[in-house]
């Protein structure tokens, strides 16, 4: 079955840009989306389609996806940027929804 | 506003089932593929099951091994997961979720509930 990777935690100063990483087998021929969960809340939808922004997501999140690699960038990162970051994709393959391991965001 | 509204959640014994609701609103329920998501404590996301707004495509991981079954009520609005077969590792929170997909093809989740606890325990 298909697998994504993400680092388990990732430490970001205020102010200066965190890229979240998702590692998977050709995921550039994928499609790929991110959550963000915060501590006791639902996940919220945070880049669809590798690069799109729900409306209510700041600029400051952007996405890219090429490769073997699919990256969720924040840059001028806030306080209230601290929490969980999943990577999610479809795979035709076995028709199962597939979630990276999710990335804790620490701002310091 | 779409609001999804879990129900159901519970204590139940190991080898016992329960079944789960989700009541939704403010959107074209009818048309919205629906899933549900579950999280262990400390854990990460785990994608349990989603269905088609008309039924066409019903699809579960791989992982249950047929334990659970997702259905959907459109005149009601609501959205079910049959459990059976409970175990421990099945203590989760779950979430529902609204999705987007295209026929066979799936994609986000783009607005989810609060979720509802499970617990299996003895």
């Known amino acids: 079955s298909y697998v994504l990777t993400q680092p388990p935690s990732l430490s970001v100063a205020p102010g200066e840009t965190a890229r979240i990483i998702c590692g998977g087998e050709?995921?550039?021929?994928?499609?790929v989306h991110w959550y963000q969960q915060k501590a006791g809340q639902a996940p919220v939808l945070v880049m669809y389609?590798?690069?799109d922004r729900p409306s209510g997501i700041p600029e400051r999140f952007s996405g890219s996806n090429s490769g073997n690699t699919a990256t969720l960038s924040v840059t001028r990162v806030e306080a209230g940027d601290e929490a969980d970051y999943y990577c999610?994709?479809?795979?035709?393959?076995?028709?199962?929804?597939?979630f990276g391991g999710g990335t804790k965001v620490i701002v310091l | 506003e779409v609001q999804l509204v879990e129900s159901g959640g519970g204590l139940v014994k190991p080898g016992g089932s329960l079944r789960l609701s989700c009541a939704a609103s403010?959107?074209?329920?009818?048309?919205?593929?629906m899933s549900w998501v579950r999280q262990a404590p400390g854990k990460g996301l785990e994608w349990v099951s989603s269905?088609?707004?008309?039924?066409?495509?019903?699809y579960s991981s791989d992982s249950l091994k047929g334990r659970f079954t997702i259905s959907r009520d459109n005149a009601e609005n609501s959205l079910y997961l049959q459990m059976d077969g409970l175990r421990a590792e099945d203590t989760a929170v779950y979430f529902c979720?609204?999705?987007?997909?295209?026929?066979?093809?799936?994609?986000?989740?783009?607005?989810w509930g609060q979720g509802t606890l499970v617990t299996v325990s003895s």
């Open positions: 979720a609204r999705g987007e997909s295209v026929g066979s093809t799936w994609y986000h989740f783009d607005s």
């Open positions: 999610q994709v479809w795979d035709t393959t076995s028709d199962q929804y597939v």
């Open positions: 403010g959107f074209d329920f009818g048309t919205s593929s």
């Open positions: 389609y590798d690069r």
């Open positions: 050709n995921i550039g021929t994928k499609s």
């Open positions: 269905i088609s707004g008309s039924q066409t495509f019903i």
